[in-house]
């Protein structure tokens, strides 16, 4: 089956304890993408990759890190995370980042960080 | 840099139609599209329309582009209480390679 895959679905961290969120996709897209979501702001980009070893700054980069090594997987990283990051997460993917068939998004991850 | 708006609630009764409106600020958009997020998951994609096209049709989903006014819409015929949900206006044009999103509306629909 066609999808994204993040994991984990649920994380409760403590604040300045360094984690990862990881990302899969098994449609050989070229382009996958971080967001997050929270209440009353919609969707903001976090950062995206249009290609292998290929990233860039989204709308709201500050406090995050990611990694594209190989084409399935883009990881998203926390750093030193604090609780303003505490959001709902989701991974998308595209064959070109733009085109009729849009983006598929994974399940969302939900991260609280105390 | 582009921007896309949509209005933040809707409510109507189940059997009306819904229309949700979006306008967008992008004028060289290629594709437009409408996503639907249920409760706890992902965007999935509903629909889309490309540039060029005034009008899609799709069962009970129809879109409307007016590209002169930059202003898409999405009507649901016979809303049922299985579509309350968010539903995200997108569009994305070559030049930028990727999607930029509205912030989502939700309908509510009351048996």
């Known amino acids: 089956e066609a999808q994204v895959t993040q994991n984990p679905r649920y994380l409760i961290t403590v604040t300045g304890k360094k984690l990862t969120v990881t990302c899969s996709q098994n449609?050989?897209?070229?382009?996958m993408s971080w967001y997050r979501q929270d209440p009353g702001l919609g969707l903001r980009q976090i950062y995206y990759s249009m290609n292998v070893e290929v990233t860039d700054k989204g709308d709201v980069p500050e406090g995050y890190k990611v990694s594209r090594k190989e084409k399935r997987n883009f990881p998203l990283i926390l750093e030193s995370p604090s609780p303003n990051q505490t959001s709902l997460y989701f991974c998308?993917?595209?064959?070109?980042?733009?085109?009729?068939?849009?983006?598929?998004f994974g399940s969302g991850t939900r991260l609280t960080v105390v | 840099g582009e921007d896309v708006e949509q209005s933040l609630f809707l409510s109507v009764r189940e059997g009306d139609s819904s229309v949700i409106n979006c306008t967008y600020t992008d004028s060289s958009s290629t594709y437009l599209y409408w996503y639907k997020q249920e409760p706890g998951a992902g965007l999935q994609l509903l629909t889309y329309?490309?540039?060029?096209?005034d009008m899609k049709q799709d069962q009970r989903l129809t879109v409307l582009l007016n590209k002169k006014d930059k202003h898409l819409s999405l009507r649901i015929a016979d809303t049922q209480t299985g579509d309350s949900a968010i539903y995200f206006c997108a569009e994305s044009s070559t030049n930028a390679g990727k999607s930029t999103f509205g912030d989502g509306t939700t309908l509510t629909v009351k048996p």
């Open positions: 449609m050989n897209h070229e382009y």
């Open positions: 329309i490309f540039s060029n096209m």
């Open positions: 998308a993917s595209s064959l070109q980042g733009t085109g009729r068939n849009g983006y598929t």
